[in-house]
């Protein structure tokens, strides 16, 4: 039998990223996304309905989400569904989560409204958000702070 998990969900997160680093040092990001669908119904009234998804991201892809993510900046996620299962302490019944595994994002909003009145992702600094590059033969010059950044410069 033949199986295949894979989510793509679009939503705004509902609180800011939670990053921490394992001892080993790998990153580890946890997010929740808010998920809206609106419709009319048979009666002609609106309708709303939210759907809460908690995601967990890995690696560099959670450095990127802990530095330009915040809460209620838009977020488009790839991913896939674990189901996680443990008994509950207090009470002793099994419980269960149902998260997505993140496997890749896409900004969804350019960065520049205010982080604090529209809940966007601030938008990165020229030249400190960059990764470093390997070397070129003939060394290229770089952007003025008022210049688009040529080629792959794209920090993720």
Do not use: C, H
Request: proline share 9%; hydrophobic share 35%.
């Amino acid at each position: 039998m033949a199986s295949f998990n894979k989510v793509i969900l679009a939503g705004n997160l509902t609180r800011d990223p939670e990053l921490r680093y394992t001892p080993k040092g790998t990153a580890i990001a946890k997010f929740g996304i808010a998920i809206n669908r609106k419709w009319t119904g048979e009666d002609g009234q609106k309708r709303e309905e939210v759907t809460f998804v908690d995601v967990d991201a890995f690696e560099k892809k959670a450095e990127l989400i802990g530095q330009y993510f915040r809460k209620g900046s838009p977020i488009l996620v790839e991913g896939r569904l674990k189901l996680d299962q443990w008994d509950d302490k207090q009470t002793g019944q099994k419980r269960s989560r149902l998260g997505v595994i993140l496997e890749s994002l896409s900004f969804l909003d350019s960065g520049n409204r205010d982080a604090t009145a529209g809940g966007g992702a601030p938008a990165p600094s020229a030249p400190a958000a960059r990764p470093a590059r390997p070397a070129a033969s003939a060394p290229a010059a770089e952007p003025g702070p008022d210049e688009p950044p040529q080629g792959d410069d794209v920090p993720f």
